[in-house]
């Protein structure tokens, strides 16, 4: 309840805020309600990036500067109310890297989480830790962090696919740390498929213990078996808010497959209307199949292929597909709930 304050009082408040200013302190009671929100007020802002309008931009910058030059040939999707920053959300960042036929972008490790979700092109692969994936459009690929990891196209297509990292995550923890490699590639020493082979295949080496919270060994996930997996659920019945939706994880401990950030694949027969859903974790969606719309609380975006939308914290999403669609989608939700944080709420229809 707003109190009338005296003018004298007011005056006397505003002279012992500048007092104690010199002190680098300020009253608690000025910010209580900024600090402590009675829902989430979030900066993130809903936006959509539309990649037939973006790749032109991208091409460009494979004639402006090289992948080696660069180190990594990346345009930062910046969130509109987090300019200035490299944040998609408050915690994540996203990014649409470039690789050109015949180039590598070299070998380094550092801290930071990374996920690669390829769309466009093919030829290229990523290197994690000594063994190549190639990378075909819809894959989920991974670098853990402290993992080495390098790129390159052997192809003859221009190579993009989006970056997804939590790098203001440990850019507030100021935890990053980066090492470059002492070779512009990395030495091969499995063979492609080993690690799904080893750790993928309901099975894992005998002697091999992983903690939850530690990072999945399997890297790559292919969009193939993914879509697979997705067709197959969706014969039977579907969840009102979601459609059917998966989340990936590391298959040695059910965890997700990385300790800072979660991945999810959703599936919308065509028509398919959601009903509204809201959760703490502001996600950064792609839409790899299909068109439709969503509505984040009143605004409406409109997806097609390849195109990127994120959804700010504690917003209401509503999707609808005007043809069958698929989703991919990540968040920071693994480092909400291990501090507690996280929650969600599953809506009933406007008015109804």
């Not at 494979?62 to 990594?72: D, F, H, K, P, V």
């Not at 939850?212 to 019945?237: C, D, H, M, W």
Request: contains cysteine; charged residues 20%.
């Amino acid at each position: 309840m707003k109190m009338d304050i005296p003018e004298q009082v007011r005056v006397a408040r505003a002279q012992y805020y500048e007092q104690i200013n010199r002190f680098s302190m300020t009253p608690l009671w000025e910010v209580l309600g900024r600090l402590v929100p009675k829902s989430p007020t979030p900066l993130v802002q809903p936006v959509l990036w539309k990649y037939a309008e973006l790749r032109e931009q991208v091409m460009l910058a494979g004639r402006l500067i090289s992948a080696e030059e660069a180190e990594r040939r990346v345009l930062i999707l910046e969130n509109p109310g987090l300019r200035g920053n490299s944040s998609v959300t408050q915690s994540l960042y996203a990014g649409l890297q470039l690789i050109m036929p015949g180039e590598v972008a070299p070998a380094h490790r550092h801290t930071q989480s990374a996920l690669r979700l390829v769309l466009d092109g093919e030829g290229a692969y990523t290197a994690v830790d000594g063994e190549r994936t190639t990378m075909r459009r819809g894959d989920f690929i991974i670098t853990p962090a402290w993992t080495w990891h390098d790129h390159g196209n052997l192809g003859k297509q221009p190579v993009v696919w989006l970056d997804g990292l939590d790098i203001p995550l440990v850019r507030f923890f100021d935890a990053g740390f980066a090492e470059p490699g002492h070779h512009l590639s990395q030495e091969v020493n499995r063979p492609e498929g080993d690690a799904l082979a080893r750790y993928g295949s309901n099975m894992v080496p005998v002697d091999f213990m992983q903690a939850t919270n530690a990072p999945t060994k399997v890297f790559v996930y292919p969009y193939e078996q993914s879509r697979a997996a997705l067709e197959a659920i969706a014969r039977g019945p579907v969840d009102p808010h979601h459609g059917y939706k998966q989340r990936f994880v590391n298959p040695a401990t059910g965890a997700s497959p990385m300790p800072t950030m979660a991945a999810f694949i959703q599936w919308l027969p065509k028509g398919f209307e959601t009903l509204p859903y809201r959760s703490t974790d502001a996600t950064v969606y792609v839409c790899l199949e299909g068109e439709g719309e969503v509505y984040v609380d009143d605004q409406l975006l409109q997806f097609q292929e390849n195109d990127v939308f994120v959804v700010p914290s504690w917003s209401s999403l509503q999707m609808k597909s005007r043809r069958r669609s698929i989703l991919f989608s990540y968040s920071d939700r693994p480092a909400q709930q291990a501090l507690g944080l996280w929650r969600d709420e599953r809506m009933v229809c406007p008015g109804g």
